[in-house]
């Protein structure tokens, strides 16, 4: 089965680029902008793996997932954020499984996810690699 990733994401070149680059590691990536569809996307897809700023919305990214994580404690959890000096003090951090500073390069988000998902579904074929565990 493909996994599907939900990518939150309010600036739409971000948005598109994470979309395709996880689409070409052969993912199924549904993309949405915050707050717009992404509760009902969660509850519907059913997402393996969420990627979403912990700060859009004023927090709001948080609460997102936090509901994620309490309907399905095996999703994994992608915080990419401009922010990273205020996941340091932020407790509610320690709920994401990765960390990526956003970028318009998504390579090192593509990364984060193939590790998180333990596999590679792209071109390439797929491989294993061990998934981390949440602490």
Do not use: H
């Amino acid at each position: 089965m493909t996994p599907v990733v939900l990518v939150v994401e309010a600036q739409p070149a971000l948005r598109d680029a994470y979309a395709q680059s996880l689409r070409g590691e052969g993912y199924r990536v549904l993309s949405v902008a915050p707050c717009a569809r992404a509760r009902r996307l969660l509850r519907e897809a059913k997402p393996q793996l969420l990627i979403l700023d912990p700060e859009c919305g004023g927090g709001w990214g948080r609460a997102l997932a936090l509901e994620a994580l309490r309907a399905d404690p095996s999703v994994a959890l992608i915080y990419n954020t401009s922010a990273p000096q205020r996941l340091a003090t932020d407790f509610s951090s320690w709920m994401a499984d990765a960390y990526t500073v956003r970028s318009s390069e998504p390579g090192r988000l593509a990364g984060a996810a193939r590790a998180l998902l333990g596999q590679r579904v792209g071109p390439r074929g797929p491989s294993r690699s061990p998934a981390p565990s949440r602490a």
